[in-house]
């Protein structure tokens, strides 16, 4: 399984590579333009305030790293500095292999000790993986935009907003050592 290590400066070209290869339905979750070299720099360069990016890196040998999946939490401005959001893609090819919920689960984990106490993410409403492995990390449902985006071909889909209320629930679960069950340094 590849490593999950924060975003620096050196895994920018790789990073492009990823986003470069995605399909392009895939790059709309990051919302930003993920094709603009200077947009990565940017991120990789310590970008924006509050933002918290990371990424899976896997040894490409001779060709250098590869990056397998990336994830952020960007804190939400002013009144709601408080509310992180998740935006989380992992490579076609390393799907289903369990890196999406490392990903998920390590964002979470550094969100929650960095003081964050809700976490959102949108997820298109059909997409199984996505919501399997949020609600798994105790995201729910907190609202259904209906007919909220358009897909590839034009259609209409409903995207889904989910939420992990951080606050008692885990310091309680803290405490009983969940940092360390998710795999994490408490
Ligand atoms: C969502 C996404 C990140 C999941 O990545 P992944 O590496 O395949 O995730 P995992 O392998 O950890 O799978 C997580 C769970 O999803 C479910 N899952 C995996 N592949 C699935 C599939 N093809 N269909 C339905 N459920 C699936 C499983 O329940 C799995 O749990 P398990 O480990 O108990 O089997 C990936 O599909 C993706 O990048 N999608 C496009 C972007 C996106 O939707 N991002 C989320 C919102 S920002």
Redesign the pocket.
């Known amino acids: 399984m590849a490593d999950v290590v924060d975003l620096t400066p050196a895994h920018c070209d790789a990073l492009l590579r990823f986003f470069a290869d995605l399909p392009e339905g895939?790059r709309t979750?990051i919302r930003d333009d993920v094709t603009d070299a200077e947009v990565v720099r940017g991120w990789a360069a310590g970008g924006t305030p509050g933002t918290r990016r990371w990424v899976a890196v896997e040894d490409g040998g001779s060709a250098g790293d590869v990056v397998a999946?990336y994830v952020a939490v960007l804190r939400l401005p002013g009144w709601s500095d408080h509310v992180g959001e998740?935006?989380?893609?992992?490579a076609p090819g390393?799907?289903?292999?369990?890196?999406?919920?490392?990903?998920?689960r390590h964002a979470l984990v550094q969100a929650v000790e960095a003081g964050l106490t809700k976490l959102v993410?949108?997820?298109?409403a059909e997409?199984?993986?996505?919501l399997?492995?949020f609600t798994?990390l105790g995201f729910t449902g907190e609202a259904l935009l209906v007919d909220h985006i358009r897909d590839r071909d034009g259609h209409l889909r409903d995207l889904m907003v989910l939420a992990h209320h951080v606050g008692d629930t885990w310091a309680g679960m803290s405490a009983v050592g969940l940092p360390e069950a998710l795999g994490e340094p408490s």
Do not use: M, W
């Open positions: 895939d979750f999946g998740v935006r989380l893609v992992v390393a799907r289903g292999s369990g890196l999406g919920r490392a990903l998920a993410v949108e997820v298109v997409q199984g993986a996505a399997a492995l798994d």
